[in-house]
């Protein structure tokens, strides 16, 4: 069993920075995928950002690219996503999630466990 649990969330102005960080349980952190996703309000949840198990392969969306980093420490059984130049259109609810399969992915069905997600919100 894997449980995950976000934290770092919190009110930032437009410009900002952030970062988040999920700590995972269990003893396969480092050999599996993790990903971010976050899901603003009436919207539907949507990937942010992918990373292999050996950190050797990062994955992005669009919308993000260039302005967020995920990163892991397997030591820490922790992964990040660092989020800068933030925008408005960032507020979400931002979940990590844990994929039991290979290379980085961008489906929420390739993801078998959740964390509870963390409020990050950008004003203006």
């Known amino acids: 069993q894997v449980q995950l649990v976000e934290s770092g969330g919190g009110l930032v102005q437009a410009g900002g920075s952030l970062r988040l960080s999920c700590a995972a349980s269990g003893h396969f952190f480092n050999s599996f995928t993790m990903g971010w996703f976050r899901q603003a309000p009436g919207k539907e949840r949507e990937f ?27 030591a820490r059984n922790t992964v990040y996503l660092q989020m800068n130049s933030l925008k408005l259109e960032d507020t979400a609810i931002y979940y990590c999630a ?25 004003s203006s």
């Open 48 to 74: 942010v950002a992918s990373i292999s198990r050996n950190d050797d392969n990062t994955y992005y969306a669009d919308s993000v690219k260039g302005r967020f980093t995920i990163s892991r420490d397997n």
């Open 98 to 122: 844990f994929s039991v399969w290979p290379g980085v992915r961008s489906t929420e069905s390739s993801y078998g466990y959740w964390g509870q997600g963390t409020q990050v919100t950008v």
